[in-house]
């Protein structure tokens, strides 16, 4: 079973940094995508950014120059560093990965979603 472990999030003023990680444990064949997306009250989940198993990374543009996502492969771990937070970044954080799996003599993709983490920041 697969499994998405967060650390969790904070309390932070404007203009502070955050770290966030998250591991990925289980029958895990393939990392094909991992990254964040976040849901403040009120609004739709979005996508914060994401990276590819070639490195390639994708950011919202409201999150571009301040946030950098980053994976350690040998650890099936994907951080976001979040830097220069605004008010406006106050959400629930949830990490994603697209992962090829093996189960039961079985090969297959499935999206993976961790628990949320919230990270509150105060003007």
């Known amino acids: 079973q697969v499994q998405l472990v967060e650390s969790r999030g904070g309390l932070v003023q404007a203009g502070g940094s955050l770290r966030l990680s998250c591991a990925a444990s289980g029958s895990i064949f393939r990392i094909n995508n991992m990254g964040w997306f976040r849901q403040a009250p009120g609004n739709q989940r979005e996508l914060v950014a994401k990276?590819?198993?070639?490195?390639?990374?994708n950011y919202a543009d409201s999150v571009k120059g301040r946030f950098t996502i980053s994976t350690d492969s040998a650890k099936n771990t994907v951080y976001l560093q979040m830097n220069s937070l605004k008010p406006e970044d106050t959400a629930v954080y949830y990490c994603?990965?697209?992962?090829?799996?093996?189960?039961?003599?079985?090969?297959?993709?499935?999206?993976?979603w961790g628990q949320g983490t919230q990270v509150t920041v105060s003007s």
């Open positions: 994603y990965a697209d992962l090829q799996v093996y189960d039961s003599g079985y090969y297959y993709t499935k999206d993976y």
């Open positions: 990276i590819r198993n070639d490195d390639l990374t």
